[in-house]
């Protein structure tokens, strides 16, 4: 199948399948350069992959092994260099029951027990990565996460000096108070 045609099937609906990754091992295959930046932006051998549906695609045979990422099919495993996550949080949505989460590559989902956000060490700073699928994580852009905060400070969850966001049940960390 070509890649337009598999483009052209992300597109049909919103609801994103993913290929069963977890399944495959080929062989490692380097030479090429693919990294993630800070901002989400997708860069092949230092140029930007700047066809949302390329990267979309690649999106979609992403898998994390021992906290390193690959692009894998069933017949190459090519290292992606992720600078913090694959996806990027770009808006959301409150529900009657939490937050539902819409991330740049067209995936949402809702935080919830599974994805849950974790606090990390990142440049000097504690910042939320959260579970967006199959071990794979994301980051909130920051308008949604001031937003987020806003709405976590009416909520008034804090334990330990963090800052807690309820959704679906949980309370999900957001960051340190001062």
């Given at each position: 199948m070509s890649i337009s045609k598999i483009t052209k099937s992300l597109y049909k609906t919103k609801d994103i399948s993913f290929p069963p990754v977890h399944l495959w091992n080929p062989e490692l295959c380097e030479g090429q350069q693919i990294s993630i930046n800070r901002e989400g932006e997708w860069f092949y051998n230092k140029s930007q992959i700047k066809n949302k549906k390329l990267v979309q695609l690649f999106s979609t045979?992403?898998?994390k092994d021992d906290n390193n990422y690959f692009l894998v099919t069933p017949s190459e495993?090519?290292?992606?260099d992720v600078d913090l996550a694959p996806y990027v949080i770009t808006n959301f949505e409150i529900t009657n029951k939490g937050i539902h989460l819409e991330t740049n590559l067209d995936y949402s989902f809702d935080?919830?027990?599974l994805n849950s956000t974790n606090l990390i060490d990142f440049e000097g700073s504690k910042l939320p990565i959260i579970h967006v699928r199959n071990g794979i994580e994301g980051f909130f852009n920051r308008n949604i996460y001031y937003k987020l905060i806003d709405i976590a400070l009416e909520q008034n969850v804090i334990k330990n000096k963090i800052l807690y966001i309820h959704s679906m049940g949980v309370d999900h960390p957001?960051?340190?108070i001062a």
């Open positions: 045979v992403i898998r495993k090519v290292p992606v935080l919830n027990k957001l960051g340190k």
